[in-house]
Structure formats: structure tokens, C-alpha cells
């Protein structure tokens, strides 16, 4: 072999490596790092592995006191070298977590696991509380009814029910008149609330605006799907456990939802938010989860048969997932079944990540692809090299 074409081959291999390296590179200046990146430090005090509550001001002027505060835990994950950070240079993924119906951020983020996976997988928790402004037929407020606004929650004339007897319960609802005898929920603006979330997260924090998810539980989980209907904008992927829209009120028109992906997770005895739709213990009545996925796959332009999709959890409380394959806009949809009711079974947050690595790519996928692809390119010149010398 001719000293110019081994010096050819070299060539080549160096600038695939080079080309390679350009791309982790641009991976890492790209443009989808937050304004929040520019700072040095986390903001107000707030370190890394530490649950911390943030405090903004909301305005609705639907509303006679239109400026109310509002609440939601932030926990940054820090490093095995440097547990307890206050450097906020890194860019990392981000995840906002709804709890269900009269649930807390704390009881979520000290019961689940999210936060030791988002600390294993480099992403950022966002804990949103909501609102309990019920009171009792005596006019004291409970304040442990923190609840979502989500497609019925509020104002669910429509689905059927037979009177929860909550009537104008809500103070919001009662004086926005939206509220009726199957009213369960607050009728504040909680997709302002959200909105103002990433706003303040984008601004504070070092998040990659390309990798943003949401996900929720029963009324949180319903909340997600408000997200879907009015503000999918910012967001990657949605997670849904337990949760289905109010009967009558699915709605999957908003275009912002092409090219986004879904995972749904419900247990097939659940009363509460029953699997099929049929008449819950508070006489309530909720769209079939089969058909809301099916609607969703359909708006991903996906087969409109399923098929089966394995997971390494079909042997935990019969985990079963099926998968509306071959999604035009390039999504994943994706519904899994549990033996189990309305309660967390162990599986959820690694099932979560596992749909957001390695079914997705939404969190590292691309640079696991490019780096596969480069060092093939390398080796298969090497070998090359080596049997023509």
C-alpha cells in the first residue's frame, strides 16, 4: 500500500473522529439551553439534592382577588463528588410532577422514587402544589383539599354524574358561576400556573429546553392531559398514571401535539379513574383509557392496531404494555396495564425512565447513537488499514 493512501485512510479516520467530537460539542452549546445557564449559581440560597419551595405570584383577572400566591418544590440533582452544589452551569432535562387529589409535593417526591432516578438520569424535579380553596357547608375552608383544574374537574356538566353535592363548593368556581353538582376540583387557572413554572425554570435553572417532561397521578395525572389540550408547547413527552379526562371532555385538536410521545400507565382494577370508564365510587364518570391512547396514537398518525410491547417489568403485578407502532410524526404511544387499583405499583418510576431512554431517546439516545455510529466508522477504517497493510 502507497504511503498517500495509508496517509488517506489517517485522514479519514481523523476527521470522522474530529466530526464526532463536533457533535458532542454541538450538543452541548446548542441552542436549547435555558436563559437559566448564563448563572453561575442556583438561585436564592437553593443547592443541589435539596427539596426546595419557591413561592410566585399568580394573576387571573377573571378572578376578584386576581393575584394569588402560588407554590411548587424545585430539587436539582447534584453529583456523587459534590452532593450538596450551588452551581447551576450544567445543563440538564427537566421534569414537572403533578400530585393527585388532595396530595401534596412533598408526600410525592418523599414516597416515589423520582428523585433518585432524576439524580441517576441528571434531571431536574419540579413539584407543583395545587389549590384547596373548598369550604364546608359551614364556611370553614379545608385546606387539605389541594386539587387540579383539568378538563371536567371543575365543571363537568357533561360527563354524566350523579351529584357529588359539592355545589359552587369551590370559591373559584363559585364565583366564575362554572361549577355544578359534579364539580370535584378549584377553578383557578392552573394552566397559567404552569405556564409561569417554566417561565421561572428557564429563567433560574441551566435546563436543555429540548428535554421537558410532564407526568401526574390521578387528578395530577388528568392535569397532564389538560397540558396536552392547551399547553403542550414546552414539553417532550407526556407520562400519565391513573388519569383520564372527565367523559365528554378529550380533546386532542390542539396541532402543538404532533411529534410529542406518550406513555400511559393504569391499573385494571382501579375504581376511582376505572380503566374502561364505567361509573366510579363517587359516581363520576371518566373517558376509557383505550380510547383516549387510541385517539392520541391517531392524531400521531400511528397504525391504528396495537401490538404488543415488552418491558423488562411483565413479570412485576402483571405489567403489560401495548404500542400503536410505525407514528408517522415519529412518536411513541404507549399504554401499560398493571393488576392493581388506584395506588402507585413499585414499577412506575422506572418505567418512566425506561420509556424516556430507551424507547424514546428522549434523554440520551442521540449521543448514544452518534457515538455507535463513529466508532463503527473508525473501527471499519482500522481493519481496513490493517489488512491492506
Not at 277 to 302: D, H
Request: net charge negative; glycine share 6%.
Amino acid at each position: 500500500m502507497s504511503s498517500l493512501s495509508i496517509q488517506l485512510l489517517i485522514s479519514l479516520i481523523l476527521l470522522n473522529f474530529f466530526a464526532f467530537q463536533s457533535v458532542i460539542a454541538h450538543d452541548d452549546t446548542s441552542d436549547t439551553s435555558s436563559a437559566g445557564c448564563s448563572s453561575a449559581q442556583l438561585p436564592n440560597g437553593m443547592r443541589t439534592d435539596e427539596l426546595t419551595l419557591v413561592t410566585i405570584n399568580i394573576t387571573d383577572s377573571r378572578l376578584s382577588q386576581s393575584v394569588i400566591e402560588r407554590h411548587f418544590y424545585v430539587r436539582v440533582p447534584g453529583t456523587n463528588d459534590n452532593l450538596h452544589s450551588t452551581d447551576t452551569t450544567a445543563k440538564k432535562s427537566l421534569m414537572v410532577f403533578f400530585h393527585g387529589f388532595t396530595g401534596t409535593p412533598v408526600e410525592v417526591s418523599s414516597l416515589f422514587e423520582y428523585n433518585i432516578m432524576a439524580r441517576q438520569q441528571d434531571v431536574i424535579m419540579i413539584y407543583p402544589e395545587g389549590i384547596s380553596d373548598f369550604f364546608d357547608e359551614n364556611g370553614t375552608q379545608e385546606t387539605g383539599l389541594r386539587s387540579w383544574n383539568a378538563l371536567g374537574t371543575a365543571d363537568n356538566s357533561q360527563s354524566g354524574c350523579f351529584d357529588l353535592g359539592y355545589q359552587c363548593a369551590f370559591a373559584s368556581c363559585a364565583e366564575l358561576n362554572q361549577c355544578n353538582n359534579c364539580t370535584f376540583a378549584t377553578c383557578h387557572d392552573d394552566v397559567l400556573f404552569v405556564e409561569k413554572i417554566i417561565e421561572w425554570a428557564f429563567a433560574n435553572l441551566c435546563v436543555d429546553t429540548s428535554k421537558v417532561f410532564v407526568s401526574g397521578e390521578s387528578n395530577g395525572g388528568i392535569m397532564t392531559y389538560e397540558l396536552v389540550t392547551k399547553y403542550p408547547n414546552p414539553f417532550t413527552a407526556f407520562i400519565v398514571v391513573y388519569g383520564s379526562p372527565m367523559q365528554g371532555y378529550l380533546n386532542f385538536s390542539n396541532p402543538d401535539i404532533v411529534g410529542k410521545s406518550l406513555l400511559h400507565i393504569h391499573g385494571l382494577s382501579d375504581t376511582t379513574v376505572p380503566f374502561n370508564g364505567t361509573l366510579n365510587e363517587l359516581n363520576l364518570l371518566f373517558t376509557p383509557v383505550p380510547e383516549v391512547v387510541a385517539e392520541y396514537a391517531r392524531i400521531q398518525s400511528c397504525s391504528n392496531q396495537s401490538i404488543e410491547f415488552q418491558t423488562p417489568f411483565d413479570t412485576v403485578n402483571q405489567f403489560d404494555c401495548i404500542e400503536y407502532p410505525n407514528c408517522r410524526s415519529g412518536v411513541y404511544v404507549v399504554l401499560c396495564t398493571y393488576n392493581g387499583g388506584h395506588s402507585y405499583p413499585p414499577m412506575i418510576e422506572e418505567a418512566t425512565y425506561y420509556f424516556l431512554n430507551n424507547v424514546t431517546g428522549a434523554l440520551d439516545k442521540d449521543s448514544k447513537m452518534n457515538l455507535k455510529s463513529s466508532a463503527f466508522i473508525v473501527y471499519t477504517l482500522c481493519m481496513v488499514l490493517f489488512y491492506i497493510m
